[in-house]
């Protein structure tokens, strides 16, 4: 409680106009960071445990599972991108001092987002049974595959109301009740995956109704607070008529569309590269798989501090600070580049170890670890490109880019990956995406040092 009192006042700053020390900065990118990166590590737990307790099953069914990931994140990152086209407009608005039109966009989101995760949802089931195929996956874990994607899909709704008031809170700068819930969702899908997997023998489909049913919690306790409970952004505290209006709506798509677009490519560049390893067979599926997983728990931290940093951003713009724009985008992706950094070097000596937690194979063992040795040595400006987006999308700035991440992933990445798996297998897959990686962070950073992100400001 005493870190969000500190983390409110801190804020109150930037919407009062007050000046503000560096050591007062470096604070709040803290105070609102650790929250975030405690949530988004979690979050990746619950496809860390998932795969863990998958991989016990069959190398079939860890394969299955690792066959329509990408797709369940392609399907994961429109919702992000609907969530925050209208939370970037909350954020301005609430460092405008304006929290009657956060408000008012808080229930133009409710609904958007409703329609949106149920055409979302009822689109994938109808595709279900056909994607395994379409990604080159075979007879054996087709049905697996089939069943796990199709029950995300059921539970769309809920993880787009889970990512929804989730965003809202932290542009409010409450990052604890997001953080709190994450580490939930983690333990129920801990608790729900054993039972569902040990105790009833259902096997994937006992992941998959595990993770779905701590979701469907998450999404509806999160909402809660944010609908109920929320200081700023309660709809029940102040009595407000609604009307609808479309300026927001409209806001929300010249924002959130480019992100959108930007995560069905780049999505889709995650299937196609998916399409690149499953010729190698299950076992570079499965290691694959892992190894992504791993190193998610790397760069977590990355999306935690860019996760602080939109709010920052955010709220500065909506205050019409340049000047803390320009430091805490910099502050921010400096704390970013550092963290995953150490993070980097830690996967690379600890890989054989998080490889051995999800998998007893020693074949997937070796080749994850390899690979997962490969990627360390690109966290660093992973990191630039990570927080960089996350200052970007604070500003509003998102359709230039999209394209910068379209072009870095289609052009360099899937390029490399295409020609170096014929020789080298997924570690030349792994050794292209390491070398994308740092393109994207040496043109991620020209973008920010150039102040282009800010023009809408100036």
């Given at each position: 409680?005493?870190?969000?009192k500190?983390?409110?006042?801190?804020?109150?700053?930037?919407?009062?106009?007050?000046?503000?020390?560096?050591?007062?900065?470096?604070?709040?990118?803290?105070?609102?960071?650790?929250?975030?990166?405690?949530?988004q590590?979690?979050?990746?737990?619950?496809?860390?445990?998932?795969?863990?307790m998958?991989?016990?099953?069959?190398?079939?069914?860890?394969?299955?599972?690792g066959?329509?990931?990408?797709?369940t994140?392609?399907?994961?990152?429109?919702?992000?991108?609907?969530?925050m086209?209208?939370?970037?407009?909350?954020?301005?608005?609430?460092?405008?001092?304006?929290?009657?039109?956060?408000?008012?966009?808080?229930?133009?989101?409710?609904?958007?987002?409703?329609?949106?995760?149920?055409?979302?949802?009822?689109?994938?089931?109808?595709?279900?049974?056909?994607?395994?195929?379409?990604?080159?996956?075979?007879?054996?874990?087709?049905?697996?595959?089939?069943?796990?994607?199709?029950?995300?899909?059921?539970?769309?709704?809920?993880?787009?109301?889970?990512?929804?008031?989730?965003?809202?809170?932290?542009?409010?700068?409450?990052?604890?009740?997001?953080?709190?819930?994450?580490?939930?969702?983690?333990?129920?899908?801990?608790?729900?995956?054993?039972?569902?997997?040990?105790?009833?023998?259902?096997?994937?489909?006992?992941?998959?109704?595990?993770?779905?049913?701590?979701?469907?919690?998450?999404?509806?306790?999160?909402a809660?607070?944010?609908?109920?409970?929320?200081?700023?952004?309660?709809?029940?505290?102040?009595?407000?008529?609604?009307?609808?209006?479309?300026?927001?709506?409209?806001?929300?798509?010249k924002?959130?569309?480019?992100?959108?677009?930007?995560?069905?490519?780049?999505?889709?560049?995650?299937?196609?590269?998916?399409?690149?390893?499953a010729?190698?067979g299950?076992?570079?599926?499965?290691?694959?798989?892992?190894?992504?997983?791993?190193?998610s728990?790397?760069?977590?931290?990355?999306?935690g501090?860019?996760?602080?940093?939109?709010?920052?951003?955010?709220?500065s713009?909506?205050?019409?600070?340049?000047?803390?724009?320009?430091?805490?985008?910099?502050?921010?992706?400096?704390?970013g580049?550092?963290?995953?950094?150490?993070?980097?070097a830690?996967?690379?000596?600890?890989?054989?170890?998080?490889?051995?937690?999800?998998?007893?194979?020693?074949?997937?063992?070796?080749?994850?670890?390899?690979?997962?040795?490969?990627?360390?040595?690109?966290?660093?400006?992973?990191?630039?490109?990570?927080?960089?987006?996350?200052?970007?999308?604070?500003?509003?700035?998102?359709?230039?880019?999209?394209?910068?991440?379209?072009?870095?992933?289609?052009?360099v990445?899937l390029?490399?990956?295409?020609?170096?798996?014929?020789?080298?297998?997924?570690?030349?897959?792994?050794?292209?995406?390491?070398?994308?990686l740092?393109?994207?962070?040496?043109?991620f950073?020209?973008?920010?040092?150039?102040?282009?992100?800010?023009?809408?400001?100036?």
């Amino acid at each position: 409680m005493g870190g969000s009192k500190k983390s409110s006042e801190l804020l109150e700053l930037i919407r009062y106009g007050k000046p503000m020390t560096n050591s007062q900065k470096l604070n709040l990118i803290y105070q609102l960071s650790i929250p975030s990166i405690l949530a988004q590590i979690t979050s990746v737990m619950m496809f860390f445990i998932d795969q863990a307790m998958v991989g016990r099953i069959s190398v079939e069914a860890a394969a299955a599972c690792g066959l329509v990931e990408s797709s369940t994140w392609l399907c994961g990152s429109m919702t992000s991108a609907a969530s925050m086209g209208f939370s970037v407009q909350v954020a301005h608005f609430i460092g405008a001092n304006d929290f009657s039109k956060a408000r008012a966009v808080f229930r133009h989101a409710l609904l958007c987002t409703f329609i949106f995760s149920m055409v979302v949802g009822c689109t994938g089931l109808l595709i279900s049974r056909q994607l395994p195929f379409w990604l080159g996956g075979g007879d054996d874990i087709a049905s697996d595959a089939t069943i796990y994607f199709g029950i995300f899909m059921l539970v769309m709704p809920f993880f787009q109301l889970s990512n929804l008031s989730g965003a809202m809170l932290k542009c409010s700068g409450n990052m604890r009740i997001p953080s709190m819930m994450s580490i939930a969702m983690c333990v129920m899908d801990v608790t729900f995956n054993f039972i569902f997997i040990f105790v009833f023998h259902l096997g994937v489909l006992g992941v998959a109704m595990g993770t779905g049913l701590a979701i469907i919690i998450g999404g509806c306790v999160q909402a809660y607070y944010a609908i109920c409970r929320s200081e700023i952004l309660s709809l029940y505290r102040v009595a407000e008529k609604f009307s609808f209006c479309w300026d927001y709506l409209r806001n929300a798509l010249k924002i959130g569309a480019p992100m959108a677009v930007q995560s069905i490519l780049m999505s889709g560049a995650q299937i196609v590269s998916t399409m690149i390893v499953a010729p190698l067979g299950n076992i570079s599926i499965a290691a694959n798989t892992f190894a992504i997983t791993a190193e998610s728990l790397c760069y977590m931290p990355g999306y935690g501090i860019g996760e602080a940093a939109t709010t920052l951003i955010g709220q500065s713009m909506g205050a019409s600070r340049l000047d803390l724009c320009k430091s805490f985008a910099r502050m921010s992706v400096y704390s970013g580049m550092i963290v995953m950094a150490l993070m980097g070097a830690v996967m690379y000596v600890l890989a054989p170890e998080l490889m051995a937690l999800m998998s007893p194979v020693q074949e997937i063992i070796d080749l994850g670890a390899s690979v997962l040795r490969i990627e360390a040595f690109a966290e660093p400006m992973f990191a630039a490109s990570i927080v960089c987006y996350s200052v970007f999308v604070g500003a509003g700035d998102t359709l230039k880019p999209a394209v910068m991440n379209l072009g870095s992933m289609w052009l360099v990445r899937l390029t490399l990956a295409a020609l170096l798996a014929k020789d080298y297998g997924l570690r030349g897959v792994w050794t292209a995406m390491a070398i994308e990686l740092i393109f994207r962070g040496v043109i991620f950073l020209w973008r920010m040092f150039s102040g282009k992100w800010m023009k809408s400001m100036k």
